[in-house]
């Protein structure tokens, strides 16, 4: 099996461990998704996590902010183990930001009242305080024109940047996305992808499963592949894309580059 | 007319009218009645149908009728439609019951005031909306004081209350009363909480399996047994409670449906933001699915509005129980159709604005911003 | 293997609202003890108050004679009946007039609703008016007008209405000729029965054989021929047993056929006409949720539109009408407790009223009446969630 301890990673900026999984398990009733991931994502890392469809890999990272729940092993985010507690629950999930496939914006609220939401009750910041800040991060994902549209008036290029902006107005330290690109057509993907390369380039945390591999070779200090709950195999992108070692892996690096 | 048989060269051709018949009123026609020998069928015995109903109720309804008698005998004697005097005779008292003449200013006052505070929650353009808003919730304690009295005006007993003032009453307070109920059930039954579940189930499924005219006999019968002993309260406010009790069961079921609606990633997003259950519901879920399920909670208000007429079998005086007391006045014997038939015209003016408000609030949805 | 086991949870008192497990567990045993407490407090306070009052209680009145009469029963019942039995009796009518209610209001609804969407401007504009009419006016406010049109505006029994040799209206309610089940009538139900188990069997056969050989039979016609043939065969081979009672007029009433009287036909008209308003709308809902693209594809396929409206439009349709379909029977089953307003001895009347008033056991009748509702209700919505469950479509 992998060994936890296996990143082959040159270090990163800082030793901070932002990211600490020991033998975490997950079972969905009888099905078991998650097997004995060990995994230690220091600060500043990118990495990119892919693998077939149903491997385990959003169940992976739903687990680090405890939308899944676990069922055995550790999972340490920015210090704070994920336990029952509910303090500990809100404190993560006001570090990690996170980016869904199917974007999730509130489609009852503005572009702007979407970013400003979780600011206001969440982290009680003053209105025009969180207004502001929200209006430099759509500025940095390039929409801020379209402050006061609905969701629903967006394409989904502009939808999925809205939801970055949105993650990024609690200020986060990790973020995560969630196959961000898959629901979007094709034209659209790199508007998307753009952003994150900027957010990459600042020195985010970023966990990201995507197949878009184009990006991982571009951002990723770190490329993980899973298959059937596992991590079968770990290493920086250029080893992993030019000399996979397990046999699935390169399965799967042939049927999704040649397709 | 000649235009059939001219040519023309390739791009000159110009716009021509369609044949006749082919437009204006005949076509009209040859569409909407005339299609098929079945629609021709149809639309002759339509008229068949309208021309044998018709003519006779409005012959009856108003160029035979009687405005100004003073008994039924005399209306009868001078001509065979409909007897109105009764209504115009008796209508202070289907409006207000048995309300003390001198203090009635005090019903239309709140009418009034209920229009004003309707309008805000109504119609979301209306001006000044938030400062409004907070009359709106405000009213129901002025409300409360203007018709039982109290703070210096001369108290009124609910006894005295009836006729439409009381169906207003009963509904509006049904209404507002329930909804807040309504959607604390349906989250309830959404809830993960086993027993909360179990708890919204049993009390939602209880009363929807019962008929509102039982759960009122509850209400006159045997709440007096299930509260301490020398506790009174009286009938209009145990009816209040059960019609609350008994639409807030049918509101939570129109919210669950709401709330099933809503994508499971709304809530996913929601709490990886950090949001706790209460605020990812009040600020998230709960505006998307109310909104959702306005048509449905319009509409079971309106049943509620409907439903408020079954008082009278446990012997509240709404416009129907007066409407008995009438007839039993020997001058009006007999009168029942007029009677009936002026409480359902002022029902239909009320339930058919509502079901149109609530179009209109539908198509507003659908030209919204989609999702 | 990991090195990390889960630990054990050391119990601290502030979990109870800080830990998601414990704060649930605190949250259900709080709301349970509510319950509980708010029971025992209603239980506590009805003994106390049955005592005070010095009234006994127990369902033994019900094998006490009723001494009250009714006037319409489908089962022997007469005042030295038991209170039971008027339950019974009761219980008998409801379903009777929900039956009754629920065909005629189903045939009228569907007609309206089909109606509401033809091509035909005055027909469906003259459909819309009833639904509108009928759908914002209060039940019990229909029942009654229906009930003064029948009692105060039609003619008394001597001038009686005939619209049809034989089928007398007036005052007293509408008499129509009974049948009279002669001997050896008997034949012609089994008749019935082996033509409907002939029928099934025949389109059991008739499918087989479609399956096999492509062979399509008329299968709704011949199974109606079946079902109508061999009754009227076995009726004339047994010698014609079943005859017509006609009504006649003796003294002030009619003597004879089978009365429908004025509270039944007023409950029954208000509740036809109130309930197929709402199902008519179930209907064109159901009927215009099928998207058109459904009909073009069908149409494109070369499927003729009678076989369009079989095959693709009305499986699909119903499964939407279905269950709403269902929630209105239960509806106008529930409405039919109106029945009071009008005298029309149904459950509520009976148990729940006379019975209530004369023995004045109001705990014990109301149990009784809520209870049977309940039971109705909840078996059929059972069985809706188990239909519904079946017929979901499979998505995602």
New interface residues.
Partial sequence: MSE?AAHVMPQSQTDQVAVQM????KWYGEFHVLK?I?LSVDAGERIVICGPSGSGKSTLIRCI?R?EEH????IVVDGVEL?????K??SV??E???V?Q???????LTVLENCT??PI??KKTPKVEAEEIAMTYLARVKIPEQATK????LSGGQQQRVAIA??LC?NPKIMLFDEPTSALDPEMISEVLDVMVGLAESGMTMLCVTHEMGFARKVANRVIFMDGGEIIEQNNPEEFFNNPQSDRTKLFLSQILHN | MTDATQTHAPGTHPDLPPPLGNRGAIKWMRENLFSSPTNTVLTLLGIYLIYLAIPPFLDWFILNAVFDAGSRAECWERASGACWSVVIVRFDQLVYGFYPVELRWRVDLSAVLLAVALVPILFDKAPYRRGWFVFSLIYPVIAFFLLWGGLGLEPVESAKFGGIMLTVLIGVTGIVASLPLGIVLALGRRSELLVLKVISICFIEFIRGVPLITLLFVASTLLNYFLPPGTYFDLLLRVLIMVTLFSAAYIAEVVRGGLQAIPRGQFEAAMAMGLSYWKMMGLVVLPQALKISIPGIVNTFIGLYKDTTLVVIIGLLDPLGLSQSILADSKWQGLSTELYIFIAIFFFISCFSMSRYSIYLENKLHTGHKR | MSAIEYQAPSFKLEDLWTDRRWRAIFVQILALAGLFAFLAYIVNNTINNLQTLGIETGYGFLNDPSSYDISQTLIDYDSRSTHGRATIVGILNTGLIALCGIITATLLGFTVGVLRLSGNWLISRMMYCYVEFTRNVPLLLQILLWYALVVHSLPRPKNALEPLSGIFLSNRGLVLPGPEFGSGSWIIFIALAVAVAGAIAFRRYAKRIQETTGKIYPVISISLSIIVVLPLLAYFAAGQPVSLNWPALSGFNFKGGLTLRPEFLALWFALTIYTASFISEIVRAGIQSVSHGQTEASYALGIRPNWTMRLVILPQALRVILPPLISQYLNLTKNSSLAIAVGYMDIVATIGGISLNQTGRALESMSIVLAIYLTFSLSISMVMNWYNKRVALVER
Wanted: avoid cysteine; glycine fraction near 10%.
């Fill in positions: 936890a020991v033998g975490v398990h004995d060990n902010n939308l069922q055995r092993g550790q336990t029952n507690d509910v303090r629950i809100d999930r006001r990690v930001g996170m869904f199917h974007f999730n914006l509130f489609p009852h939401l979780a009750w969440v609905f969701p629903g008036q949105r993650s609690m």
